[in-house]
């Protein structure tokens, strides 16, 4: 199973940008589809970017032409770089790994604030 570390959370200005990184160990990275979700203070986690094996993308309606998700095998790592962003309260970002048979692993997320 493979193990995620997300990181480059913090404090963002509304409208600014941020890029996240979610480092992959463990396993074989390539193998894995990979995605990005985030979870507001009492509400459901919603993917907001996936990426394939073969560099598919997908995004969520609330980020399609801010948000950009890109892997790099060679160092294991998957990012999704947040553009335009809006005011949000504390926010979880989340790293996940879909396997061939379905099992997703989590990492333990990094928390985004999206404030003046």
């Known amino acids: 199973q493979v193990e995620l570390v997300e990181s480059g959370g913090g404090l963002v200005q509304p409208g600014g940008a941020l890029t996240l990184s979610c480092a992959a160990s463990g396993s074989v990275f390539s193998y894995y589809n990979m995605g990005w979700h985030r979870q507001a203070p009492g509400q459901q986690r919603v993917m907001v970017a996936s990426?394939?094996?073969?560099?598919?993308?997908n995004y969520g309606n609330s980020v399609k032409g801010r948000f950009t998700i890109f892997r790099d095998n060679a160092k294991n790592t998957v990012f999704p770089q947040m553009n335009s962003l809006k005011p949000k309260v504390t926010t979880g970002y989340y790293c996940?790994?879909?396997?061939?048979?379905?099992?997703?692993?989590w990492g333990r997320g990094a928390q985004v604030t999206v404030s003046s």
């Open positions: 996940s790994g879909l396997r061939a048979d379905l099992v997703r692993a």
């Open positions: 990426i394939n094996r073969d560099g598919v993308t």
